[in-house]
């Protein structure tokens, strides 16, 4: 994961950071989605060599998936996989 912040973060995307070894991404980009996606689908395809397929959100995207979040404060938080994004 470590290789894919740096070609990302080479690429002209700040803030790069990966979650576990899940493959998911967050970065800041001044770029639409689209050109994102196109953009960080190439440099993988490229320079890791496999062709993905992709999910892109936004911010807004990610903050209404947080409110809608099933999982209130009485869940059980060993049988769920939690992180806090800062």
Known sequence: M???????TEAGSQHVRTY?????????SDLDLEEIRER???LI????GVNLK???K?????????HENPFRED????????KKFV
């Not at 470590?2 to 990302?8: A, E, H, P, Q, V």
């Not at 395809?45 to 890791?48: A, G, L, P, R, S």
């Not at 869940?75 to 939690?82: A, D, F, P, S, T």
């Open 2 to 8: 470590s290789y894919l912040i740096d070609i990302l």
């Open 20 to 28: 576990i070894q899940s493959g998911n991404i967050i970065l800041e």
């Open 40 to 42: 960080v689908h190439t």
């Open 45 to 48: 395809k490229e320079k890791i």
């Open 54 to 56: 992709m999910v892109i």
């Open 58 to 66: 936004n911010k807004n995207d990610l903050e209404e998936i947080v």
């Open 75 to 82: 869940y059980l938080h060993n049988r769920v996989q939690k």
